[in-house]
């Protein structure tokens, strides 16, 4: 029997007409991803690097703006809806961005060791910027509350690993002290190169866009991304690559949501442990980009955080890691006051496989085990 012919009618699986009529991205140069060099090379001149600065890079940057036509039709009223997908980065999260830059500079500087505290993601880029760099690298990380991948990666990149009995601010606190006493450098967003590093995001938003979106939905832990796009989404509108400036549209999770509270959270809590952090140490820069750009914060629950993960994987094909999700939770949340006809860029920070936990404890897929090796109960099942 040929591939696919079957005795009854099979169902016919249809691509939705929103999918299909999607427009394509006004690129402005011609896409060539092989030749991406990194982005230390993508964008030199904005960068603080010279010819004696030592370029460690694994060809981070350049991740695609991705249209999300299941998000828009919940918006509606003609919002375009992109996704800033940064889990393909190297290491499978933006902080490749910063990365490159805070290990190449601690290179040139003679470093010979990084340390940073972190939630998973620093670790791993650190890690593997560092190794590829010939420096050590020491991550703490809170006991118990990293996701599976991340940890994986910082071990099998060749990290040395302090699990510490406290979340992640105690961590920092005690990063910065061993930073200051010792010959380490820290890699922790407090480092400016790294958020050096990371306004190139917003350079590739404007550039995939032809400008500026006209709003910039972001997960906010730290708060070192959305000071890190700020800056560059400044940079490039005063060098004229666009004509405005989105509103910065920042969002924490309900119990570790120091920014929305105006206060510090002792002990934060929420199932987005990228983004379990109670007092951000990038606070004064993340409230100037508030201000600044008229935009806000607000907290998003872990309920809805899980919806819009959900939403993402089956009605985008997108898999990110739960923090990432708040970005969209937030847009969703907000849907009422996105102007009409306006386009919005949710920044997904991380790769979903880096947390298989969550995903496998948070789907609506049927998922049938036991099952007899038999077409017949295969064809059974499928409804057939
Ligand atoms: C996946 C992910 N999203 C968001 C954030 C928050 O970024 P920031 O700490 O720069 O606010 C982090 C930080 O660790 C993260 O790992």
């Avoid at 006991?143 to 961590?171: C, H, I, P, S, T």
Wanted: net charge positive; with cysteine.
């Amino acid at each position: 029997m040929g591939c696919g012919a079957t005795t009854s009618q099979p169902r016919r699986f249809e691509l939705r007409p929103s999918l299909s009529t999607v427009p394509l991205l006004p690129f402005r140069r011609r896409p060539a991803m092989q030749d991406w060099p990194g982005l230390i090379e993508g964008y030199r001149k904005w960068l603080p690097v010279s010819s004696k600065t030592p370029v460690i890079t694994l060809r981070e940057g350049a991740t695609p703006l991705i249209p999300a036509p299941t998000i828009a039709e919940r918006i509606g009223r003609g919002v375009k809806v992109y996704l800033k997908y940064d889990g393909l980065n190297p290491t499978g999260s933006f902080k490749d961005r910063g990365m490159t830059m805070a290990i190449s500079k601690a290179k040139e500087a003679g470093s010979e060791a990084v340390i940073c505290a972190s939630t998973g993601n620093t670790s791993a880029a650190a890690a593997a910027y560092a190794r590829r760099g010939g420096m050590r690298a020491f991550v703490l990380i809170p006991d118990g509350y990293v996701a599976q991948g991340k940890l994986a990666q910082a071990l099998l990149y060749g990290a040395e690993v302090l699990a510490v009995k406290g979340n992640f601010d105690r961590a920092l606190a005690i990063v910065r002290e061993v930073a200051d006493q010792y010959p380490v450098t820290l890699v922790n967003s407090l480092n400016p190169y790294r958020l050096q590093g990371q306004k190139t995001a917003a350079f590739e938003v404007v550039d995939a866009l032809g400008e500026a979106p006209d709003w910039l939905c972001i997960p906010v832990g730290n708060a070192g991304n959305i000071s890190a796009y700020w800056m560059g989404f400044n940079e490039y509108k005063a060098a004229g690559h666009s004509r405005k400036l989105p509103r910065m549209m920042g969002f924490q999770a309900a119990g570790s949501a120091p920014l929305v509270l105006g206060h510090t959270v002792e002990q934060p809590d929420t199932i987005a442990t990228a983004i379990r952090i109670g007092n951000p140490v990038n606070k004064e820069n993340a409230l100037k980009a508030r201000a600044e750009s008229n935009g806000d914060f607000m907290a998003v629950t872990d309920a809805e955080i899980i919806e819009a993960y959900k939403l993402l994987g089956a009605g985008e094909g997108v898999f990110c890691e739960p923090a990432s999700a708040a970005s969209v939770a937030g847009l969703i949340k907000r849907r009422e006051e996105v102007p009409a006809d306006s386009t919005v860029v949710c920044v997904l920070t991380g790769n979903g496989l880096k947390d298989p936990t969550t995903a496998i404890e948070h789907n609506d897929s049927k998922f049938h085990t036991g099952l007899d090796p038999v077409t017949a109960t295969v064809a059974q099942v499928m409804g057939f």
